[in-house]
Each structure stands twice: as structure tokens, then as C-alpha cells.
């Protein structure tokens, strides 16, 4: 049973569109994350957040923003979808509080995925 | 950053044979997580590690944290044609530009085919 939901699973649109892909989680977790997964099925961490009011950049460069307005939702938007935003992305979750500190022996890094939303634009 | 070398790339294998896989680093993790994504679905969680030398079980399934802490394996036995799926490892450490927060990293997959 799943506790973070992604919508839309599947969405095909015209070059130029705004798109966002949702992402909702009813776990409580403070940390989210989007990564961007190509056909090669190498995961690209491409934003991450912290809480609420916080979002950060990931390794992977991208054309998309996010925003975290509540704990539970952590939404991605595209303001003109090209080509080359074609993929799917992938939405997670965890439980980790805090910005550093010594990681205790427990799931709390463990990231819980959505189902994925997967983009293609023509 | 931080890099995983996960092999092998992909494997094609017969119903009723083991599996083995594994991911190394010249980096020192602090978690090893084995993931499973199926077709069209995003990665599920199969096994956490959480100490070096730990070996753990979840069914067939089997994973170590290496010693040095560098490494981890999951095995994979009397395979099912369910098994087919990628396989992801992560490990979770410092990265390597420093900073004290710890950062999860994945390895590039294991494509798994079963034939029946």
C-alpha cells in the first residue's frame, strides 16, 4: 500500500506547456525528493528538501523548480516543457531530521518512492 | 562526488539459478540499502544494512555490509521469473567535498531477466 502518490502516472503534452507533477506523502517525513530517471535507469537527484520553506538543488542540473509549502506536498513544475524533459521522474520521502549529524542505526535514511510520473513531451 | 560501481550491468539468467550483485566505492558508507523497481514503478525497498559485516535475509533474498565498509552484495537465490526488475544499491555517507551532511548515493542499476 502506498503512502506517497504521485499524479499524474502518465502525461503526454505539446512543447511549450506548463506542466506540474504532483507529490504527496502521509508519512510525516521531513525530507523529500524528485529524481529524474532515464531510459539508461540511472536515478539523477535533481531536487530535495528539508521541510516546510525549504528546497534545495540536487546534483543532476534541471529546468524544473519545486516548492514546499506544506509537509505533505512537495509539487514539481515545469514552466515550458520541451523534448528534452522527457523521462520519468520519481518522487521520495524520509524520515531524516535535520541537516547533518551522525545517522543513527535506523530506517530513518531509508527513502520510500512514489510510482513515478512519466513525461513525454512532443 | 561520491561514486558507486554497481555490477553487473544487467544480467540474463534461468529460472532456478542464483544471483549475485554487488556495489564497491572507494568511499566509506554508513548505510547500504538495496532497492527493486519493477517495470513502470518506482524503486522498492528489499533490504537495509546498517553495520559493517551485518548479513542479513529477507526471503531468498540475501545482503552483506562489507567490512572495510565500502562494499555491499545481494544475492539472489532459486530466482522466479517476479525477480525480473532493476536492482538498485544506495549508500549513505559524507560526500567526498565535505560538509557534514550525509548524502544518499545510488548506483547505476542491475537489469535482471529471468527466462522461464
Known amino acids: 500500500e502506498a503512502d506517497i502518490y504521485q499524479t499524474p502516472r502518465y502525461l503526454v503534452i505539446g512543447t511549450g506547456k506548463k506542466i506540474t507533477l504532483e507529490c504527496s506523502q502521509t508519512?510525516?517525513?521531513?525530507?523529500m525528493y524528485w529524481y529524474q530517471q532515464d531510459p539508461g535507469m540511472e536515478l539523477h537527484l535533481i531536487h530535495y528538501?528539508?521541510?516546510?520553506?525549504?528546497?534545495e538543488k540536487g546534483d543532476l542540473s534541471s529546468e524544473s523548480t519545486v516548492s514546499r509549502i506544506r509537509t505533505e506536498h512537495f509539487p514539481l513544475t515545469l514552466e515550458s516543457a520541451r523534448p528534452s524533459h522527457t523521462s520519468q521522474y520519481l518522487c521520495?520521502?524520509?524520515?531524516?531530521?535535520?541537516?547533518?549529524?551522525?545517522?543513527?542505526?535506523?530506517?530513518?535514511?531509508?527513502?520510500?518512492f512514489g510510482a513515478g510520473s512519466r513525461l513525454t513531451v512532443l | 562526488g561520491q561514486q558507486l560501481n554497481q555490477s553487473p550491468q544487467s544480467m540474463f539468467i534461468q529460472e532456478g539459478e542464483d544471483v549475485s550483485m554487488n556495489c564497491t566505492s572507494s568511499?566509506?558508507?554508513?548505510?547500504w540499502l538495496w532497492y527493486k523497481q519493477d517495470p513502470g514503478e518506482g524503486p522498492v525497498l528489499l533490504i537495509a544494512?546498517?553495520?559493517?559485516?551485518e548479513l542479513t535475509s529477507n526471503g531468498r533474498l540475501t545482503a552483506q555490509f562489507g567490512i572495510t565498509r565500502k562494499d555491499s552484495f545481494l544475492n539472489i537465490s532459486a530466482s522466479i521469473p517476479s525477480d525480473v526488475g532493476i536492482y538498485f544499491c544506495?549508500?549513505?555517507?559524507?560526500?567526498?567535498?565535505?560538509?557534514?551532511?550525509?548524502?544518499?548515493?545510488f548506483g547505476k542499476g542491475t537489469l535482471l531477466t529471468v527466462n522461464p
Open positions: 521520495a520521502s524520509s524520515e531524516y531530521k535535520g541537516l547533518g549529524g551522525y545517522p543513527t542505526a535506523s530506517g530513518a535514511n531509508v527513502l520510500t
Open positions: 508519512m510525516g517525513h521531513d525530507k
Open positions: 528538501s528539508y521541510g516546510v520553506n525549504s528546497t
Open positions: 568511499s566509506i558508507f554508513n548505510t
Open positions: 544494512l546498517y553495520k559493517a559485516g
Open positions: 544506495a549508500g549513505l555517507g559524507l560526500p567526498l567535498s565535505g560538509g557534514s551532511n550525509y548524502k544518499l548515493t
